[in-house]
């Protein structure tokens, strides 16, 4: 059923290759249907963050944390300080898919700092600074740790700016049963970071809840084009090579930044309420739009009724080759050449709102962005061909479901992130909420939770108190059923 592949084709049967890397030989072994789950889900390994003991004299250094704490990824993210923005220069050699950086750090220390750390995976490091210094650092696995002289005292902004070089390990997405990151095809290079592949390319306080700005300075040979989050502020041209400067002035999590460097074309329209929408179509194209993506306009319309203003203020797609489904990159979703369906526009529209803007505080609570954009999927439907034709799609899925092995969408470990159950069974909790409380109850929970927790971050707790005070009901039976328990419930009548 096209409908049931469509909603979900997304995500597993992402199989992007690499010419070198271990993708080549990875087809696309996990698809919606050969996907299969069960109740015993393997415990996930949580390494406890190394700590360093104190040096031999004198009390112990102030250190940041070398970790905040995330459930499936402990090695993600870093205490003690609060990035402000990167700005990251690259030159990229198309042929070799290998990078020469500087990335450039601005944050703000949140205490007093002896040592802090950064994460950063793979590449070569040629020099280190803070503040314009050369700073002592150490490698430890995925950890840049630092040592800056004199350190760095609470409240005090600083930076950071790493020159590195090489090309960038790819991730193992668990799920997917395929790798992801830093990625290189035939057209063209592109990187596909989520949940932990931004570290892969710039050091970075690699965890959703530390959000900043960014600017991006990529250097390609002519005729490459490089794409980035934000506004295309300028192209500078270089003789041989051109550098696309880009600026994004919201904050973004850092799996979200994106890069993709090809032959391409730029379209520009205007969507509602002056919102610029630029497509990037790879020239082979030949001009030619895809029919998908002439309903963003009406799409951001009509979810704009459900969720809330359109969270940026500026919107549109990449297509790059050999990825089967789609990221919802911030302000400029990355489409597989074989995705272009209007549910995956939808789709990664929605995810601007939930995922972008409101952003979950930990890989654990990934439903709050896989679930409400399958749930936009469901409205989408819904409107275009109305309410059966929903109902048939939610059930065909909750069939699918059925024939897989059940668990706790609220906790789907790592192998099962971005598992079909954390879609669909995440688009059904918020069914299940509208079938309950109606949808003038449930528009204005979705507005108010966009307006508490936009440019944010948000747990599943938070959530479900605010869906509960929004409505004035005890929904702990709907969300323990849909959210907490191991087995399927039924779909609400009607
Ligand atoms: N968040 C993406 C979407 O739903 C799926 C990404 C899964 N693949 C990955 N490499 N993280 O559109
Ligand atoms: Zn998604």
Known sequence: MRRLALATSLLLVSAACSDAGPAATSAPTATATTATTTTAIPATTAAEP??????STGPPEPAGAQSLGDPYFPDLGNGGYDVIHYDIEITVDPESAALDAVTTITAVADETLATFNLDFVGLEVSSLMVDGSDAEYVRQGPELRISPD??????????????????PQLINLISAGVQFGWLQTPEGIYVVAEPDGARTWFPS???????????FRITVPKPLTAAANGALVETIDNGDSQTFVWDLDSRMATFLATLVIGEYERFESEGPEGILIRDYLPTSFNGKMPAAFEVTAEAMVFLAEWFGPFPFDRYGHIVVYELGGALENQTLSLMGSRALFDEIVVHELAHQWWGDSVTPASWQDIWLSEGFATFAEFLWTEHLRGEDAMNDQIEGLHGALQSIGHFAISDPRESQLFGPAVYWRGGMVLHALRAQVGDEVLKEIFHTYFEIYADGNVTTREFIDLAEEISGQDLTELFDAWLFAVALPDLPDG
């Open 50 to 55: 190394t700590t360093t003991g104190p040096d």
């Open 150 to 167: 004199g350190g760095i005292v609470a409240g005090e902004e600083f930076t950071v700016t790493v020159a590195y070089s090489g090309r």
């Open 205 to 215: 306080n690699d965890h959703p809840t530390d959000k900043a700005t960014f600017t």
